[in-house]
T-cell receptor, first 113, second 111 residues
Framework: NAGVTQTPKFQVLKTGQSMTLQCAQD?????MYWYRQDPGMGLRLIYY???????DKGEVPNGYNVSRLNKREFSLRLESAAPSQTSVYFC????????????FGQGTRLTVV | GENVEQHPSTLSVQEGDSAVIKCTYS??????FPWYKQELGKRPQLIID?????GEKKDQRIAVTLNKTAKHFSLHITETQPEDSAVYFC??????????FGQGTTLQVKP
């Protein structure tokens, strides 16, 4: 039982490049989240998906897009990376309405140069 | 939208002392308030949570209190130990499931 798995763990991009962060959970959770973590800023919600087929903006959605591919997978895409997107990205999932604890992936450290 | 403010940003205590971290939230519809602990280089993990129909919850050395009228909740850690040193996050959520976090508190427990 792997829980929440994110790939890659580390990534360096040049300004303007695009990439997709992958997230998958094997706990049959309905809700999934993408956060970014910056020093002194806490965990800020980028997008979340309450259930398969739905997505909604969080606190800092600009510059990002998401896809809830199926119940297991929730990807985050940076179309044109900027240095301001240098951060640690966490994916999380929960079984909202049943057991609300959110489980986090191990994080992706992204550097945009 | 929901906003969660957390104080203090850093907290240093002597081993054995108590530590208190406070959070306020803006959305009166919020009904679920978890606390997460994040050790250096690791992912956040849930340590305790409370729902809006409960005023206080304890689990060994940690407790959480909730004041719905004032829209604030607090984490209390008693008899602190060096292994309690970490970053602690509060969060709030309503029935939409959108989970919003505070800015975090770095707790240092000095031996």
């Amino acid at each position: 039982n792997a829980g929440v798995t994110q790939t890659p763990k580390f990534q360096v991009l040049k300004t303007g490049q695009s990439m997709t962060l992958q997230c998958a959970q094997d706990m049959n959770h309905n809700s999934m989240y993408w956060y970014r973590q910056d020093p002194g800023m806490g965990l800020r919600l980028i997008y979340y998906s309450a259930s398969e087929g739905t997505t909604d903006k969080g606190e800092v959605p600009n510059g990002y897009n998401v896809s809830r591919l199926n119940k297991r997978e929730f990807s985050l895409r940076l179309e044109s990376a900027a240095p301001s997107q240098t951060s640690v990205y966490f994916c999380a999932s929960s079984d909202w309405g049943v057991d609300t604890e959110a489980f986090f992936g191990q994080g992706t450290r992204l550097t945009v140069v | 939208g929901e906003n969660v403010e957390q104080h203090p940003s850093t907290l240093s205590v002597q081993e054995g002392d108590s530590a208190v971290i406070k959070c306020t939230y803006s959305d009166s519809a919020s009904n679920y308030f978890p606390w997460y602990k994040q050790e250096l280089g690791k992912r956040p993990q849930l340590i305790i949570d409370i729902r809006s129909n409960v005023g206080e919850k304890k689990d060994q050395r940690i407790a959480v209190t909730l004041n719905k009228t004032a829209k604030h909740f607090s984490l209390h850690i008693t008899e602190t130990q060096p292994e309690d040193s970490a970053v602690y996050f509060c969060a709030a959520s309503s029935n939409t499931g959108k989970l919003i976090f505070g800015q975090g508190t770095t707790l240092q427990v000095k031996p």
